[in-house]
């Protein structure tokens, strides 16, 4: 069975860092690319970071780069977000989600549509 689970969510005053941690169950990492994404209340949930099954490409929303990193660990079937220099417009509720039709060498922060498979997600909260 095919599940992700997300962890690392919490409260952090702005400036501060999380990390987040995907655990993937049932498939590979090399099988399929991995992104983070976010929705805040009352807005749609937007993508944030991606890393291809290859683990050589990734890519970021500009609301985050230079901020967030996204990096894997094979051996524990596992993607990281590390989110630095966090602000109060990051705070929104992530989610882990596997890209079924993303090539080897690619990642995709869209459509959407193209990851079928979703963790429950972990919430972030930045505020003072």
């Known amino acids: 069975q095919l599940q992700l689970v997300e962890s690392g969510g919490g409260l952090v005053q702005p400036g501060g860092s999380l990390r987040l941690s995907c655990v993937v169950h049932?498939?590979?990492?090399?099988?399929?690319?991995i992104g983070w994404f976010r929705q805040a209340p009352g807005k749609e949930r937007e993508g944030v970071s991606c890393i291809s099954s290859s683990g050589g490409t990734t890519d970021y929303a500009d609301s985050v780069k230079g901020r967030f990193t996204i990096s894997r660990d094979i051996s524990e079937n596992t993607v990281y977000l590390q989110m630095n220099n966090l602000k109060s417009e990051d705070t929104a509720i992530y989610y882990c989600a596997a890209d079924v039709f993303a090539v080897e060498a690619e990642c995709h922060l869209g459509p959407i549509d193209e990851y079928k498979y979703w963790g429950q997600g972990a919430q972030v909260t930045v505020s003072s």
């Open positions: 049932g498939f590979s990492l090399n099988y399929y690319a």
